[in-house]
């Protein structure tokens, strides 16, 4: 008994004076910086190939880290626009490159990059490749002809994907859209009206909260 008491003491003795050093080297440690936005990386485009059969999974991790940041821009090209090609639009990029049947980074995505930090080009690719995925998805149809309209300022595409959402069981006010730009050239339309009509079809009162805000930003007509 004697001996056993003895080695325990002297075990505890060594755990008091490890976890003491321990204490005292923490003292002498910096503390972590702060992570600020300007110092993230965009991920290499080549991970796809690295996916390993988990192509999926590492695809809804890059869409978790993308949607903390969706109105992050990370360069100007001017006062209202975003540069091309951002950080954002890496990050979502790769996410559909790992999973492209993920239609919520198609259509989230590029309308967080269309609507809220004005990365165009970017866009314009996320909505391209959505639309070819996904040809019978009115809603993103619907989204990626507001875009071509006001900020590719490409009427004929805009009418082109309208008349596909109409096609597609978009409602019957698309369709009447798609004529009106067909026959008056869009002058007349204005992102008000467009914008609204989204805001009709979105469920997540997050993005209608941020639609509405687009509208109060971009009052002028075409």
Request: hydrophobic content about 45%.
């Amino acid at each position: 008994m004697v001996y056993k008491s003895s080695s325990n003491l002297k075990i505890n003795l060594w755990l008091l004076l490890i976890a003491t050093i321990f204490f005292c080297i923490q003292l002498f440690l910096q503390k972590p910086l702060d992570i600020q936005r300007s110092n993230y990386l965009a991920p290499p485009i080549e991970i796809k190939y690295l996916s390993f059969g988990f192509a999926t999974q590492m695809s809804d991790s890059f869409w978790l880290r993308a949607i903390q940041d969706f109105d992050y821009c990370d360069q100007l090209s001017n006062k209202n626009e975003c540069k091309s090609k951002s950080w954002l639009f890496q990050v979502i990029n790769l996410t559909i490159e790992l999973d492209q049947y993920f239609i919520e980074a198609y259509y989230y995505g590029a309308l967080s990059l269309s609507v809220l930090i004005s990365d165009y080009e970017g866009a314009s690719i996320i909505f391209d490749k959505g639309v070819k995925t996904f040809v019978n998805d009115w809603r993103l149809l619907y989204a990626a002809a507001y875009h071509a309209l006001f900020e590719e300022k490409n009427k004929v595409k805009a009418s082109e994907l309208y008349e596909k959402a109409a096609e597609q069981g978009a409602p019957s006010w698309v369709r009447l859209l798609a004529g009106r730009l067909a026959a008056e050239g869009g002058n007349n339309i204005k992102a008000k009206e467009i914008l609204e009509q989204l805001i009709e079809i979105e469920s997540d009162p997050k993005w209608i909260e941020k639609l509405k805000k687009k509208i109060e930003e971009n009052k002028s007509p075409i």
